[in-house]
């Protein structure tokens, strides 16, 4: 019998020692027989959680209109990539691509690339956007052509690896996978410490058992983002859930068919998250050189973008059943008890220009 998925990580802990937190995420998201990535179809109504692109339609409308403006606030230029990282189904690009299609001068300058590591994701991508016979698909930025390029990415930093530490008496260990005494995957303390000089001044005292999280992986992605803008210019901007300040607690999860799951119950199965540490962020950016836009609310973000002009115009002259599915699809979006206030907008641009619906830049 195959070996399961719970069964091969077991056997690589009671070998190796425990997994980190990242690595485990890393593994049962991405392995490529028996990860959630490889093995699932997570997006949408029939998945394991759903998106602002697959809310509504209206989402990527307003973002299509938010990069024209980019690309006009960085000059127009005749040659430049649109670029999404991690695009799920693909939604959210052909729904931009759609409501830019009467920009006719941003359409032919536009080169479509998306950068994504999961094949089976690839393939649906390349079903929605059947029709556009130019997309490329990399799988890193640094791939990416020499031209300005205009980023985005949604629900991407969240899945992307976090390592967690426990305040244990004078020291941050860091919180790992572990066996217990049945052989079964339970947390433990790992050998980790928690990176000199990564906790922000003021919480030095901390009581045991509090949870400090960071991730590498994540403030990579934005080094990375920002060398492609500081080569070529160009603006990013990314979609997700999570905090404007830093700031000390477990935000780890594991979701499916909609529902908070016990992460360690079936690796692979379920979707792991946790919440981005915006300031940390904006911090790797500014330090590599980026001009960092103040931090919005999705919910501001779309009101300001004409999330309530949309919803009128697709509403007038159909169904009170339309018109009120349309108006839910709005509240879910912006509302700040629902996806309005923990999603944020998150932009920064190669070089100082006026981006809108962002106020003035401040950095
Ligand atoms: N943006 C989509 C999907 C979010 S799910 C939406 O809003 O619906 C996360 C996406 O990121 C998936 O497409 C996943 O395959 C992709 N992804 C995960 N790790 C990645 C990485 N290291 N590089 C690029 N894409 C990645």
């Known amino acids: 019998m195959t070996e399961s998925f719970t069964e091969r990580l077991a056997r690589h802990i009671s070998v190796n020692g425990p997994l980190p937190l990242a690595e485990f995420m890393h593994w049962a998201m991405s392995d490529p027989a028996q990860g959630y990535y490889a093995t699932r179809q997570p997006i949408g109504r029939d998945g394991d959680f759903i998106t602002a692109p697959e809310v509504s339609q209206m989402f990527g409308e307003l973002l299509g209109i938010w990069a024209i403006a980019a690309w006009q606030a960085i000059g127009s230029p005749a040659h430049f990539n ?9 939604t959210l690009m052909a729904d931009m691509l759609r409501a830019a299609a009467s920009h006719p001068s941003f359409m032919s300058s536009a080169n479509i ?10 393939q649906t991508q390349k079903e929605t956007l059947v029709g556009h016979d130019t997309v490329e698909w990399i799988a890193s930025l640094s791939d990416l052509p020499d031209r300005p390029s205009i980023i985005l990415a949604n629900e991407l930093l969240d899945v992307l690896p976090v390592r967690q530490y426990v305040k244990t008496g004078a020291a941050w260990h860091e919180r790992s996978v572990g066996l217990d005494t049945n052989g079964k995957l339970s947390w433990v303390l790992g050998t980790g410490r928690l990176p000199d000089d990564s906790l922000p001044a003021g919480h030095e005292n901390e009581p045991d ?87 919005m609310t999705q919910g501001e973000f779309l009101l300001s973008l004409g999330l ?19 108006t839910g699809e709005a509240e879910r979006l912006a509302l700040p008890g629902e996806m309005g206030e923990i999603f944020k907008a998150f932009a920064f641009s190669g070089s100082a220009i006026e981006l809108t619906p962002f106020p003035a830049n401040d950095c």
Request: hydrophobic share 40%; no cysteine.
């Open 82 to 90: 649109l670029v999404e990282i991690g695009p799920g189904r693909g």
């Open 113 to 122: 690339i998306f950068v994504e590591t999961s094949d089976s994701l690839t």
């Open 209 to 295: 058992g509090a949870v400090f999280e960071i991730s590498p992986v994540r403030e990579a992605f934005i080094r990375n983002t920002a060398t492609a803008l500081e080569n070529n210019g160009g603006v990013a901007l990314f979609t997700d859930y999570g905090h404007g300040k830093t700031a000390i607690g477990d935000t780890f999860q594991a979701v499916k068919n909609h529902r908070p799951v016990d992460p360690l119950e079936m690796p692979g199965a379920a979707d792991l998250t946790s919440h981005v540490d915006f300031e940390a962020l904006q911090n790797i950016a500014l330090s590599s050189g980026m001009h960092v836009f103040p931090l």
């Open 308 to 326: 309530l002009e949309r919803a009128g115009a697709l509403g007038r002259n159909q169904s009170p059943e339309i018109q009120q599915r349309i």
